[in-house]
């Protein structure tokens, strides 16, 4: 613990500057009518209207900057923070700001820009941002803390995958490795770095859609797990093996290229490895999807389980919203072995 | 020769292809001894290698690997310009950056008679590699996606495309209306949404 380069409030930002960051920050029109405080009166905490009859739906994530673009970062932390609460069914609410910067490193320019995209990502889902904090660090942080709401009697849960149902993905793979080939400058790493920021930035509110309007009760988003290990944890919740077809997986460009010339990130080899008891891999599969199925993600896709005659009209509200629809496999009953299989 | 050594113990994801890519850059050394510290470097590394023409062996000592990679003789500098490092020279060489994106929405070239079509098609794939490191992207929709399922008669055409470092972006929705999901044998399914991202970013935009 005495490692700490500070202690307890001493670590905070210093005021003025988080003052001005704080105020250059556009106006929120959701303010007005969901916020009973004042984001501009520096109160202790700010006291939130709530719709009855809704139950809360509640969240929270940050991490480290994988792209170069401070505002592009603070947006994907915020849309990766949100996709929690979409991922079970509900509407953002409200969100609050958790920042870690460096106080003597970087100019404070990149703060604002991160605090920016994330407060412009916020504005897009309906969110009020109600505050926030901050501490001095030696390397960046951003993300938030979100509170959804949700009909407490209908919400996508991790526990109800049911033999028969069918598995769709609504975004494609391979964050993590391109995020690594934009670390080592692989040649092509801007539009590397282009393809990861336009996936993992952009809200997962038409699944959320998808999963109010039809009803559905399971559902889950791809993170930092993969989609290898967040699959398992939705089988395990729910006692059914889950298999997926190594060819249906939608894969972002070059992401084949980078995972067989070795830029498979330190995570991603962790992922495939903790869960290999439990994954079954069919002979002949490509062992590079096998792979990319265990990337970890940033602000992945969510998958969705629908009953076979719901996926048509799961596929047109996701081409409403210009999300993505791919069919990668279905749910089983229980074999008593490795509950993963990838064919 | 001696082999140069490169340590990469300690060095943390993915640090080692770093130091490998540089070190491929300036020289590309007959014989290298990698020492990794870990499984992922190990996994990571010999498949770099292999990528860049390289025979990798890996020995295992308690708490490292050693990893000797032999660069393969002439048969396999043949393939050494497929390499992405070697991609970047040529590139760096040419001034001739543009990218080009070739937009197939039909199996068969062009309209008049679909048997003369395939095989002008067929022609045309085996053509395109005239365009040289250009060729950007490849993009297959509606009924062009047949071209990259299994048995297409131009499957191997447009695997030479790919292994050449052409993109090859295959519309999943198209696939999947043709119920061809499963069946896919060569690149990369994609969306409407990357397809247009695509031509937004291609400097010269082909459709056929």
């Known amino acids: 613990m005495d490692k700490s380069h500070a202690s307890g409030c001493a670590a905070k930002i210093p005021a003025g500057i988080l003052a001005g960051l704080l105020n250059s920050l556009p106006a929120d029109p959701l303010a007005r009518k969901r916020l009973l405080t004042s984001a501009r009166s520096n109160e202790d905490a700010a006291i939130v209207r709530m719709p009855s009859g809704k139950a809360l739906v509640q969240t929270i994530d940050f991490f480290t900057p994988l792209v170069n673009d401070p505002y592009a970062f603070g947006q994907i932390a915020a849309a990766n923070a949100i996709s929690d609460v979409y991922a079970m069914g509900g509407e953002p609410w409200c969100v609050m700001n958790i920042v870690c910067f460096p106080v003597n490193g970087y100019p404070f320019e990149i703060l604002e820009e991160i605090l920016a995209g994330g407060a412009a990502k916020a504005a897009e889902a309906g969110a009020v941002l109600a505050g926030g904090h901050s501490i001095g660090d030696t390397e960046i942080k951003y993300g938030l803390a979100v509170t959804g709401i949700v009909n407490p009697e209908s919400f996508a849960a991790n526990t109800n995958l049911r033999p028969g149902q069918v598995l769709m993905l609504t975004k494609s793979l391979g964050t993590g490795i391109l995020a690594t080939a934009v670390k080592v400058a692989w040649e092509g790493a801007e539009a590397m770095e282009q393809d990861v920021i336009r996936t993992a930035s952009k809200l997962n509110a038409g699944p959320a859609r998808v999963i109010r309007e039809l009803g559905l009760t399971a559902a889950t988003d791809i993170t930092g797990f993969g989609l290898g290990g967040h699959l398992l944890e939705m089988a395990e919740a729910s006692r059914v093996d889950i298999r997926i077809e190594a060819k249906a997986l939608p894969v972002l460009p070059r992401v084949h290229e980078m995972a067989s010339v070795g830029l498979l990130p330190a995570g991603s080899h962790a992922n495939k490895r903790f869960r290999k008891p439990e994954t079954l891999v069919a002979p002949g599969v490509d062992p590079l999807l096998v792979d990319i199925a265990f990337d970890a993600q940033t602000s992945g896709g969510i998958v969705l389980a629908l009953m076979p005659n719901q996926v048509a009209a799961a596929r047109n509200l996701l081409s409403d919203s210009a999300d993505e629809a791919h069919v990668i496999g279905s749910v089983l009953p229980p074999s008593g072995g490795p509950r993963l299989h990838i064919v | ?208």
């Open chain 2, 1 to 208: 020769m001696d082999a140069i050594t490169v340590d990469c113990r300690t060095m943390p994801c993915p640090q080692p292809i770093i130091r490998l890519k540089r070190l491929l850059e300036e020289s590309s050394p007959e014989r290298i001894l990698v020492i990794v510290d870990n499984e992922p470097a190990l996994e990571n590394v010999s498949r770099f290698l292999a990528s860049q023409g390289y025979a990798a062996t890996s020995t295992a000592e308690p708490g490292l690997w050693r990893i000797a990679a032999l660069r393969e003789g002439d048969a396999a500098s043949c393939k050494a310009p497929d390499s992405a490092v070697a991609r970047k020279k040529a590139g760096n060489a040419s001034e001739n950056n543009d990218k080009v994106l070739v937009l197939l929405a039909s199996p068969v070239f062009g309209s008049g008679d679909d048997a003369l079509g395939g095989k002008l098609m067929k022609n045309f794939l085996a053509t395109l590699p005239e365009f040289g490191k250009t060729l950007w992207r490849l993009v297959l929709l509606n009924g062009g996606v047949t071209l990259a399922a299994e048995n297409s008669p131009v499957i191997d055409e447009l695997r030479n495309l790919e292994q050449s470092g052409t993109d090859i972006l295959v519309c999943g929705a198209c696939l999947d209306f043709f119920e061809l999901l499963a069946r896919k044998a060569v690149g990369q399914t994609t969306n409407m949404l990357d397809v247009v991202t695509s031509m937004q970013v291609a400097d010269k935009v082909i459709i056929l």
